[in-house]
């Protein structure tokens, strides 16, 4: 049985810099395309950063530059390193296997300006 559990959110300054981690069990990360998406009030859930079993990754416009997904196989943990977050960015933050229909809970993230 696959789970994620995400953690690392918390409130923030603008400018500031956060580490989400994503603790993943029943899978094996570095062998699976994991990615983090967020979710603002009011607005759908979007993908924000996606690393492939290769170490490619790919992030959505509004992050390139500020964020990074990155990998570590020994903890079998996915992280997204955020630098320079803006308030645009507070959302609930969310990792997941592209297409899978369950969600965890998530980690807030709150960016004061």
């Known amino acids: 049985q696959v789970q994620l559990v995400e953690s690392g959110g918390g409130l923030v300054q603008a400018g500031g810099s956060l580490r989400l981690s994503c603790a993943a069990s029943?899978?094996?990360?570095?062998?699976?395309?994991m990615a983090w998406y967020r979710q603002a009030p009011g607005k759908p859930r979007d993908p924000v950063a996606t690393i492939a079993p290769s170490g490619l990754s790919v992030y959505t416009d509004s992050v390139k530059g500020r964020f990074t997904i990155s990998r570590d196989n020994a903890k079998n943990t996915v992280y997204l390193q955020m630098n320079n977050l803006k308030p645009e960015d507070t959302a609930l933050y969310f990792c997941n296997i592209p297409g899978r229909i369950n969600w965890g809970q998530g980690t807030q993230v709150t960016v004061s300006s």
């Open positions: 029943g899978i094996i990360v570095s062998r699976t395309t």
